[in-house]
C-alpha cells in the first residue's frame, strides 16, 4: 500500500473524522414513528398497514397499478424472470426453471443480483455489451444479438447508478423481436426517462419492473425490494409465489414451488417514512453530481454520462472515467490490481486507495458480467457481434469491449447525500492531487 499521508503531493489535507461513505441510509425520525407503530399494534409479521401504504405509495410515485413488498430487490427480480419465463415457456417442474434450454439477453455491466435469477431459473445469460453515452445495454449490440441468437425471447435491462439506459431503442428492438422485458431499476428509482413523448419513471418501462430499498439506495428499508406492474394478475401471482405459494384450501395446499421473499411490516415501516424524502435525496445526489463535475472540469477526466434531452437521472452514484491520454499504468489480476504513478496521470487504483487512506469510500465500476469468472463460458455480444475471442494471432486488431474499458478506466465517487460541501470540496482536491 501507498503511503499517502506521508507523499508530499497530499501535504496540507487531513483525513477525514469519521467516514465519508459511498452510499449510506440516511434516517429522518418518520421511520422509527411506523416501525414503533407496527410494534405497538403486533403488526409485526408480513401483513400490515406499512407494507399497504409503501406499496400504494410507491406504485403512484412510479405511475404503475400495482405493487407487490418483497424482501429485497433480488426475490423482485427473481419472480419477475420466473413469471416471465412462465409466460413464454410454461410452467416448470418444481424441480426445474421456466428458462431451461433458453437463452436470456442481460445488461453486462450490472451488478449481479439484476441476472442471476436468469440462473436460478435454469436459462442461459447471453451479456450484452455497454453504450459509451449512458453507461447501459448498447441496443446496436443488442440488434446483433438478435441476429445470433433469433430465438431470444426475453431481455433482462438494467439502469446503472440511476442513469436510464436507452430504453425506446431498446424497447423496439424487444418488440420486433416479440421479446419481454424485465426492468431492474434497483438503483434508479425516481429516475425518469422520455418515452413517446411522456415522462415516463424508471420501474414502469419493463413487462416485469423490481426496484430495491437495500442500504446503499436512494431511499432505503434497511433491506427490501418491490414488483411493480400494470397486471393484477401478476401483482396476484407474485404475492403468492412471494408467500410459499399457498392455494385455497383449509390447510397448506401447494400446486407451484413458493418462496418466502415477502416484504415485513417492519422493514416497510422505514421505507414507509423515507418515501416523503426521495425527491429531497435525489436533489441532493444531483447537486453532488454537478459539484463534482464542476470541480472536476479542469482534469482530463468525464462524469458517467447520461442522456439530458431523454433522461433525468436519479444520480445515485457519481462516477469518473479517465481519459484515455491520461491513464497511468494500472493491471488488475481476478483478485488483486498493480498501479504505478505518472506525473499528470492517474488511475482508478490510486484514486481509490488515496481516498480511502482519507478515509473516504470510493468503488470501482461494477465488473461486467461477461468478465466474472462465474460467467466466463457464457456468450457475449458487443456491437461487432460475437464478444468473445476478440483477438486474433494472425491480424493486428481488437473488436470493442466497452464495458471493460468504462471498468478498467472508472470510479464510483462518494456520493452520500450527507456529504457536506467542504467534505467533497476535499475530495476533489485529493483526485486533483492523483494527477499531480
Ligand atoms: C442493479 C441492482 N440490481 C439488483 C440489486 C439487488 O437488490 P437487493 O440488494 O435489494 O436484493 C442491486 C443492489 O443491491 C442492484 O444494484
Not at 123 to 142: Q, Y
Not at 252 to 272: D, F, L, P, T, W
Request: contains cysteine; glycine residues 8%; proline residues 5%.
Amino acid at each position: 500500500m501507498h503511503d499517502f499521508l506521508s507523499d508530499s503531493r497530499f501535504k496540507g489535507i487531513n483525513p477525514f473524522e469519521t467516514k465519508l461513505w459511498l452510499a449510506s441510509p440516511t434516517m429522518h425520525g418518520d421511520e422509527q414513528r411506523w416501525v414503533d407503530e407496527a410494534i405497538r399494534t403486533n403488526w409485526v409479521s408480513t401483513v400490515g398497514a406499512n407494507i399497504d401504504a409503501v406499496e400504494e405509495q410507491l406504485a403512484k410515485y412510479v405511475g404503475v397499478q400495482y405493487a407487490v413488498g418483497l424482501s429485497c430487490g433480488t426475490a423482485a427480480l427473481h419472480l419477475a424472470t420466473k413469471l416471465a419465463g412462465e409466460r413464454l415457456y410454461g410452467q416448470a417442474k418444481p424441480n426445474q426453471g421456466t428458462l431451461q434450454g433458453h437463452r436470456v439477453f442481460c445488461s453486462d455491466m450490472t451488478f449481479d443480483a439484476s441476472i442471476n435469477p436468469v440462473a436460478y431459473e435454469d436459462g442461459e445469460a447471453v451479456f450484452i455489451d455497454t453504450e459509451p453515452d449512458t453507461w447501459n445495454m448498447s441496443p446496436e449490440a443488442l440488434e446483433k444479438a438478435f441476429e445470433l441468437y433469433p430465438d431470444v425471447r426475453l431481455v433482462v435491462v438494467a439502469h446503472l447508478y440511476g442513469t436510464p439506459g436507452k430504453m425506446a431503442e431498446i424497447r423496439r428492438i424487444c418488440d420486433a423481436h416479440h421479446a419481454l422485458i424485465v426492468e431492474d431499476a434497483a438503483e434508479s428509482l425516481g429516475a425518469q426517462y422520455l418515452l413517446n413523448g411522456h415522462w415516463t419513471e424508471t420501474g414502469a418501462l419493463g413487462d416485469y419492473n423490481c426496484i430495491s430499498f437495500n442500504g446503499n439506495k436512494v431511499i432505503t428499508g434497511s433491506a427490501g425490494g418491490m414488483f411493480l406492474t400494470n397486471s393484477l394478475a401478476d401483482a396476484n401471482k407474485v404475492r403468492k409465489w412471494s408467500t410459499q405459494s399457498r392455494e385455497a384450501a383449509p390447510w397448506y395446499q401447494h400446486e407451484e414451488i413458493g418462496y418466502n421473499y415477502r416484504m415485513s411490516n417492519i422493514i416497510a415501516g422505514v421505507v414507509r417514512g423515507q418515501i416523503p424524502y426521495l425527491d429531497e435525496h435525489i436533489a441532493q445526489k444531483k447537486a453532488i453530481y454537478e459539484r463534482y463535475k464542476a470541480g472536476l472540469a479542469d482534469l482530463p477526466v468525464k462524469m458517467n454520462p447520461f442522456d439530458a434531452e431523454r433522461s433525468r437521472p436519479n444520480y445515485w452514484l457519481s462516477c469518473l472515467i479517465i481519459d484515455e491520454d491520461a491513464m497511468a499504468p494500472m493491471v488488475r489480476g481476478e483478485q488483486d490490481y498493480l498501479w504505478k504513478h505518472e506525473p499528470g496521470k492517474s488511475s482508478p487504483h490510486e484514486i481509490l486507495e488515496a481516498l480511502a487512506a482519507f478515509n473516504a469510500e470510493g468503488r470501482p465500476i461494477w465488473k461486467p458480467m461477461h468478465m466474472q469468472p462465474i460467467y466466463r463460458t457464457h456468450p457475449f455480444v458487443t456491437a461487432e457481434g460475437n464478444g468473445r475471442g476478440r483477438t486474433n494471432a494472425y491480424i493486428q486488431r481488437t473488436t470493442a469491449d466497452v464495458g471493460a474499458d468504462i471498468f478498467h478506466r472508472g470510479l464510483c465517487l462518494p456520493s452520500d447525500n450527507k456529504m457536506t460541501k467542504e467534505q467533497q470540496d476535499t475530495v476533489i482536491e485529493i483526485i486533483h492531487r492523483c494527477f499531480r
